[in-house]
């Protein structure tokens, strides 16, 4: 298995201009994570899903950042518009049972918003 | 306020020594405890974990111990190799559905 795989690795915008990031989480997992690595606030969890389904989004910091699972192979973070804060790096995550073996993380996008 | 807490943001330990890294956690619900490992520009792994039911979980050279009653978890790599040199993140989990609490992180560096 690839594994967890995230698109782009790196993406570079501009204040205001919208942000797509993209997983594909691993083939069987029922879950998939998002999460947010900053300096000040280390990992944090943004949203999950189970089976396709958002069940919590609590940590979505704003209305501005939205998430989607349209089918078991592909889930989006969208940022609209973006700011310098949203700068960081962010991780999807999936697993098949809930916390037995930890989850498996994709290898990040590093977001730069100038 | 944070839940997990791993007080020493770097480490450097000598080749061949152990390296000890901690964890306190505040949540008393907490049940079950992970250690993640990450390198630069990659995700983090998952390492080693251990269930509230017991207080040590050895995997090689890697050792995660629990100290409920203090809330308290440590890590010991023995013996320390430079391929350890990483970032090593603590994770909680209070057995509720798909959310795993994780500390800031602590950068261990193994010198040779």
């Known amino acids: 298995d690839a594994g967890v795989i995230q698109s782009p690795r790196h993406e570079v915008t501009e204040m205001g201009q919208e942000v797509t990031l993209r997983c594909k989480p691993i083939s069987g997992h029922d879950y998939l994570f998002w999460y947010r690595q900053t300096m000040m606030r280390g990992l944090e969890l943004l949203i999950y899903f189970n089976n396709n389904v958002p069940i919590d989004d609590s940590g979505m910091p704003e209305d501005r950042f939205s998430a989607k699972m349209p089918n078991a192979s592909f889930s989006t973070l969208k940022i609209q518009p973006s700011e310098p804060r949203d700068s960081a790096v962010y991780f999807c995550?999936?697993?098949?049972?809930?916390?037995?073996?930890?989850?498996?993380f994709g290898s990040g996008t590093r977001l730069t918003v100038v | 306020d944070q839940q997990v807490k791993q007080n020493s943001p770097s480490l450097s330990v000598q080749e061949g020594r152990i390296s000890i890294l901690n964890c306190d956690y505040t949540n008393s619900m907490f049940d079950y405890f992970l250690w993640y490992k990450k390198y630069p520009a990659e995700g983090p792994t998952f390492l080693i974990s251990?269930?509230?039911?017991?207080d040590k979980n050895e995997d090689g050279r890697f050792t995660v111990f629990l100290n409920k009653s203090a809330k308290h978890l440590s890590l010991h790599i023995v013996p320390s190799q430079p391929g350890d040199s990483a970032v090593y993140f603590c994770a909680a989990s209070d057995g509720s559905q798909g959310n795993l609490i994780f500390g800031k992180g602590t950068k261990l560096s193994v010198k040779p």
């Open positions: 251990i269930s509230s039911i017991k």
């Open positions: 995550a999936s697993s098949d049972e809930w916390i037995s073996y930890g989850y498996t």
